[in-house]
């Protein structure tokens, strides 16, 4: 028997309600509105309107992945971030919300920067994902270059996929890597890039796994059982990645280069002490709108030591 949207909604809610989805009635309605190419108050316009029995089943599909806790991204398949629609698919960490602050510091710091002369500015986005914060820099500023690096396959594969299809691929390399090692020459700092036709970074961004290891079992079902752990989780204090990231990042940046780092609540102080052991200075850390420690970003100066933070 066929159901009419406010009906498929209720019962929808309902069940996302009792599979402990935190937001049952905002999910029931994003799954639903996708599916049927409306927004969320024209599903209310149309609320007698009945489903046709592929519609029903298609809905019923996406309900039952949102109740095994399969985030909502995943199952529409894109997610909003910074006013663009990004592709999204399993095995790729979901962009957050919170992760906007990184682009806000970047910009903010790229104010305060000295302008390359006769050149275009190169951007690093670090463990790209699927390439949200290095591609809202280039589509922002068109004057731009970007390198994104990531380990997985996966992840380099959306990043790609994405620039295509926010017509930006002509500014955009992807690279498969551990951390800024593509960049890294085997000689001393400041290094001339391995990569054809940069010779100079600007600013390095990233947004690196932070959880610690021991508190994996307590993230939520849909990070535990839909996300790829080594995004999301590094080392027993959560600081693995800086440890590597942050003397990498000050050999690949240009004196006056900007560095920003997304971290979780309460790191801002640890991180900031990796960043000042290697030679980053003029620290700064950032909020979100909760008010917890979001990102922290330093300045590259002219003068720098080849530290190694143990």
Not at 228 to 247: F, H, I, N, Q, T
Not at 273 to 296: K, N
């Amino acid at each position: 028997m066929s159901q009419s949207v406010s009906v498929a909604l209720r019962q929808a809610a309902r069940r996302l309600a009792a599979a402990g989805v935190d937001t049952p009635r905002l999910d029931a309605e994003v799954l639903l509105a996708d599916l049927l190419g409306l927004d969320r108050l024209h599903l209310y316009t149309q609320a007698d309107r009945l489903l046709t029995p592929g519609e029903q089943a298609a809905y019923e599909q996406r309900v039952q992945a949102r109740a095994r806790r399969q985030p909502v991204a995943q199952i529409v398949g894109y997610k909003e971030f910074y006013g663009y629609r990004f592709t999204v698919r399993p095995g790729v960490l979901v962009p957050r919300p919170e992760t906007e602050k990184v682009v806000e510091e970047a910009l903010a710091r790229w104010d305060e920067m000295e302008r390359p002369p006769g050149r275009r500015w190169h951007i690093v986005d670090v463990g790209c994902g699927s390439g949200v914060i290095g591609l809202t820099l280039v589509l922002l500023r068109p004057d731009t270059e970007l390198i994104a690096i990531d380990q997985s396959p996966a992840a380099c594969a959306l990043t790609a996929e994405n620039a295509l299809r926010l017509g930006v691929g002509e500014r955009v390399r992807v690279v498969q890597g551990d951390l800024l090692s593509p960049l890294l020459p085997a000689g001393d700092p400041p290094p001339a890039s391995s990569l054809s036709g940069i010779s100079s970074i600007d600013l390095v961004v990233c947004n690196p796994p932070y959880v610690p290891l021991p508190d994996w079992d307590e993230l939520a079902p849909e990070i535990r059982h839909w996300e790829p752990k080594m995004a999301v989780a590094a080392g027993g204090d959560g600081l693995a990645v800086y440890r590597l990231l942050l003397p990498q990042a000050i050999r690949v940046l240009r004196a006056g280069g900007v560095c920003v780092v997304e971290i979780g609540d309460g790191q801002a102080e640890a991180v900031g002490q990796l960043g000042r052991a290697v030679g980053f200075t003029r620290e700064r850390v950032g909020y979100d709108w909760a008010g917890r420690q979001r990102v922290v970003s330093w300045i590259a100066p002219a003068t720098r030591k080849d530290a190694r933070v143990d």
